[in-house]
């Protein structure tokens, strides 16, 4: 007899999850999951924080944007303070805010403009000569385009005579003069004006005949008839345009490293000699696209003790180095020795001799900042540091999900610490009690160390980033408490 055995906790099981459990335990459980850095690391914690936001709109009763916007606010509350150096979390909850007050907005303009519309649309039937009602009888032959009342057939319309005098002081003088292609019905068929097509765009033409029974489209109250009908198309369902932003945000999160590869054989060219470190699947992605077609070499630090082994599964194999059956590591690329790609593996502590043959340094942060600084593996710093001092260029490759509005006012709090006992075995007592061992998952880079960040929007320059932010969040939205 075959034993069920349980999933890992983890990215694949969570989304499963969601798919039967109801919108409070999938909080929860993302909750746990976040405490327990059982999903951890930019891409899947915006998965599945997208993939949770998505469920709970789809299973909100209320259609209302305001009602939306708190319940959202409070779920984002609780899944930062889960994890709050995830920044990824709070970035998609502020995104979403984003897209909400952005369909609620869009909605009231719509409302505003077609009430504005309908209600002035009566004055200008009494009071402006450009929107008289058609007459009741046949049109007139006075005007092809019914600006005009009817006017008598005896009527000598010759330049000064005084008939034309008198009945222009009869039907008002503010009526704009007739073109020539409108007075002079001899010389071809009658043309109907830009000027008439603007004032009245949804008007028939005037030479077409009417079908029989067919009603007028003014009415005896001066108002069309489809004014109702467009007013109720005027409110829009809030709950269905934000799940299809939802959705085009998981879409984003798909592509997001494909768009960003597009652009590799902008930035590396042949014969290069191109340093990076970690295992990051989007600036692998990076190499690969560039090696269909150029190559070059890659210098590789392993980022030791935290990702050394990743690392090494990412040049050997490629993808993150797993149990066959998480299928969180089917996510595998084709390693760059494969493509004839030289690879070559170093320690950490030869990157500052390594530098001076460095044509170009890539690196893949864990959050960008808003002020243009990031948040990367430990590691990024000494190798950003050491590129200024041989003046190599340093580019980073990110997503737009990953670029936060929070600023680094105190980096101490921005950096996280994990297990001492890789950096010094805790069967060393000697040596472990009488020093103090840190070891920092992630190192704080500042702007003034980074020439260009690529992202799935273009390249941009450190000092642009903050106009990224605008676009991106609300201000409404940056401060969730």
């Known amino acids: 007899m075959a034993t069920a055995v349980a999933a ?103 409302a505003a403009f077609s009430e504005a519309d309908h209600s002035d649309e009566p004055q200008q039937t009494h009071n402006n000569s450009l929107h008289r009602p058609v007459m009741n009888s046949h049109i007139s032959d006075f005007s092809p385009l019914h600006h005009s009342a009817a006017g008598p057939t005896n009527v000598d319309l010759r330049q000064g005579s005084p008939a034309l005098a008198d009945f222009q002081d009869a039907t008002g003088a503010h009526r704009p003069p007739l073109l020539t292609s409108h007075t002079s019905y001899a010389t071809g068929p009658q043309v109907t004006s830009l000027f008439g097509l603007l004032s009245h765009p949804d008007e028939p033409s005037p030479l077409a005949t009417p079908p029989a029974g067919a009603q007028s489209p003014v009415s005896k109250t001066g108002l069309r008839s489809g ?100 299928e969180e590591v089917d996510e595998r ?54 590129a200024k001092v041989h003046q190599t260029p340093v580019v980073v490759v990110s997503g737009v999900y990953k670029l936060s509005p929070v600023y680094p006012f105190d980096m101490e709090e921005l950096v996280e610490y994990g297990d001492p006992g890789k950096v010094i075995d805790f ?24 020439d260009l960040y690529i992202t799935n929007l273009g390249g941009h320059a450190p000092s642009y980033l903050y106009r990224i932010v605008a676009d991106h969040y609300r201000v409404d939205d940056i401060n969730l408490s």
Request: aromatic content about 4%; some cysteine; charged content about 25%.
């Open 227 to 326: 004014s109702i009908t467009e007013t109720s198309q005027a409110k829009m369902d809030v709950k269905a345009e934000v799940i299809d932003g939802i959705k085009e945000l998981v879409d984003e999160l798909e592509i997001v490293d494909d768009q960003i590869a597009a652009s590799a054989l902008e930035h590396i060219h042949a014969n290069e000699i191109i340093l990076t470190h970690t295992s990051s699947q989007t600036v692998q992605k990076f190499l690969i696209a560039a090696a269909r077609k150029r190559k070059f070499t890659v210098i590789h630090a392993e980022a030791y003790p935290n990702d050394h082994v990743d690392t090494h599964a990412t040049v050997l194999t490629g993808g993150k180095k797993g149990n066959d059956d998480d």
């Open 333 to 386: 690329w084709k390693p760059l020795i494969s493509m004839g790609i030289q690879v070559i593996m170093i320690p950490d502590s030869a990157v500052f001799a390594l530098m001076s043959r460095v044509n170009k340094v890539i690196l893949a942060p864990h959050t960008v900042l808003a002020n243009g600084g990031l948040i990367a593996a430990t590691g990024a710093l000494t190798i950003a540091q050491a």
């Open 8 to 110: 890992t906790p983890g990215l694949s099981s969570f989304l499963k999850s969601l798919k039967h459990a109801d919108v409070e335990t999938s909080i929860e459980h993302f909750v746990s999951l976040l405490k327990r850095r059982q999903i951890r690391n930019s891409r899947p914690c915006a998965i599945a924080t997208t993939q949770l936001l998505l469920r709970i709109v789809a299973a909100s009763r209320t259609r209302d944007a305001a009602s939306l916007i708190e319940r959202v606010r409070k779920v984002g509350q609780r899944l930062i303070a889960a994890q709050p150096r995830e920044m990824a979390v709070g970035n998609i909850v502020r995104r979403v805010l984003g897209l909400i007050r952005e369909v609620e907005e869009t909605g009231l303009d719509a």
């Open 427 to 450: 069967q060393q007592g000697d040596l472990v009690e009488n020093v103090d061992v840190n070891n920092p998952i992630y190192d704080y880079v500042g702007a003034d160390l980074v």
